[in-house]
């Protein structure tokens, strides 16, 4: 088949026709940059934040979780430093009226009409604002969070004495954010409502390079390993020194090839102790770590890893789209890891009749209790197949009229096509072989 170029239409078109991702409240026209996740990307929402959390908290001795509120007293907000300094400069093109951010002119053009004539610049503050309270005079004005970080620096102290962890250690939560983005293309890539899996490393200050490092690779072993994402697909984009933010003495992206472009995926950030003295001067409560073994004390410095859940799962469903030929026909498939898909096996009686369902249902149930799976009795056994493909369901298990008589059932492997003969009562070891 000749190699066609992936386009973000496609993968868009995809996941709203198989109940993935689709425009939030779309009967009354959508919200810009809102997306909803639908029974399969649920699924596959889920897989990518647990295997986020087994690898970067539950097979760590030396991190810990926390799920912290999304509302926080608003001065968090001014010493993180958002307040005063969250925000993009907007223009408005005088020919077309378009708005733009300053910095995404084209060499000082609109990038709509090409005009060259503007508004002065604008701030516009990247946090929404809501208030908290019921009555005017006692109400406060609060914002959502645009990142989950603050919550887990400003509980530090807590969290390290209730866990009673030692530096070096981590905090990680996984969380919603908010951000009121002004550019709202690119699907689900920049949304404005999203989630992060972020981890906070407390370490000494020596010993920062050398964690920066570290957890660099394990980052990159996240999307190889555990996502199956395509290595060459995958890039390191570090940020120079004059580009930094505000708290950062160090940052790379790890960025991925979307068909939009290379950009970024996840952040790691050595954010020194900007973070953890903030909130100590403005809160007026020590965050001081007190090191037991050299009765030393001093605030920690940090390295950050910050992804989007939204963006893993795009580069997911991207990386995993194949098209191929089956049979002599078109078909197209989502090669996701077996730990990924949303869909881990699919079983068909070959016909409603003639016994097969009461053979069928038992083992679909067996199943059912330990992986997602999917019972499907409609339509030829080439068109379940290519549904299954579709959602990226790595077996299919069908039972047909052999299996009355010789206590067996054919399992697909979605990649290969390939079929094997299996007892019944072997079917669950051989997946579980494959799915573990
Ligand atoms: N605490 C550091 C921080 O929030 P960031 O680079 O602004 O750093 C980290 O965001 C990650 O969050 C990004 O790499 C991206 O995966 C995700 N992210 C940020 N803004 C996003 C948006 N508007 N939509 C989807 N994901 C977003």
Known sequence: MPESKLTLDTITSLAKRRGFIFQSSEIYGGLASCWDFGPLGVELKNNVKNLWWKTMVRMRDDVVGMDSSILMHPDVWVASGHVGAFHDMLVDCLNCKTRTREDQLENGKCPRCGGAEFTAPQKFQLMFQTHAGSTETGKMDVWLRPETCQGIFVDFKQVQSVSRMKVPFGIAQIGKAFRNEVTTKSFIFRSREFEQMEME????????DEWYESWRQVRWNFYVNALGVNESNLRWAPHAQEHLAHYARAAVDIEYQFPFGWHEIEGIHNRTDFDLKAHQEHSG????YHDQETNEKFIPWVI???AGVERSILVTIIDAYAEDEVGGEARNLLKFHPDVAPVKVAVFPLQKKGGMEEVAMPLFRDLQERWNCQYDVAGNI?????RQDEIGTPFCVTVDFDSLEDKAATIRDRDTTEQVRIGLDNVKSWLFERLK
């Open 201 to 208: 490393f407390f370490c000494k200050p020596e010993t920062a």
């Open 285 to 288: 409560k020590s965050l001081l």
């Open 304 to 306: 950050e890893t910050s």
């Open 382 to 386: 080439g068109r379940r197949y290519r």
